[in-house]
């Protein structure tokens, strides 16, 4: 049985940022990760981990990463708070038997801190092969933006990631919006994973 959960401790949020940056280097080349998310679910097989997701929590008046990145603000978007809204970052999947299983597992994670906490919209910053998965698999209503990458403002260490083709393009989620497919999806994984949001 696999436990996603958030993170516990500074020791254990410092091991995350360990797994992540691992996985980084040997995906996009990235040596180094300037700035994490305030808030990490890991997915654990027993003490192993096996995934994680993160999320940044917008505070007012800070830009989330994306919004910078492709220099668009969320409100033009949404007509809900822009107070109440939060940024997808680090997915990482490292675990070749269930990779399916976790990454729908990792979304249903932040469905329900979302659900909990009233962040009423999420935005990511994905490439198409994620997005593909989002809409085809999960079956959620995702909304894109046709903003471009503002060149200027991706930090060198992330260049590989955002500046190679297939480049990544905003997304945004909207909580209510998404609930009935993340409550059926949820119900679906019971038998393979346990959460603790």
Known sequence: MITIRLCKSKSEY????????????????I????????????????????GTVGLYLKSVPDKLPAEIM?????????????NKTAEISRLVIKNKEY?????KGLFVALYLYAKKHNIETT??????????FLQ???????????????RNAIPNQYEE????????????????ETAPCFEAIKKSLFKNITFHI
């Open 136 to 150: 085809n698999h999960l079956k959620l209503p995702v909304h894109t933006s046709n903003k471009r990458i503002k």
């Open 14 to 29: 410092q091991k995350i940022c360990n797994f992540v940056e691992e996985a980084y280097r040997e995906k996009w080349c």
């Open 161 to 176: 990631y955002f500046l190679k083709e297939p480049f990544p393009v905003p997304i945004i989620l909207y909580t209510r």
């Open 70 to 82: 492709f220099d668009f603000k969320i409100k033009e978007f949404s007509e809900l708070s822009c």
């Open 123 to 132: 935005v990511a910053s994905v490439k198409p092969s994620l997005m593909h």
């Open 31 to 50: 040596r180094y990760l300037e700035e994490n998310p305030q808030v990490f679910f890991v997915a654990l097989n027993k003490s192993d981990i096996i």
């Open 99 to 103: 990779p399916l299983i976790l990454t």
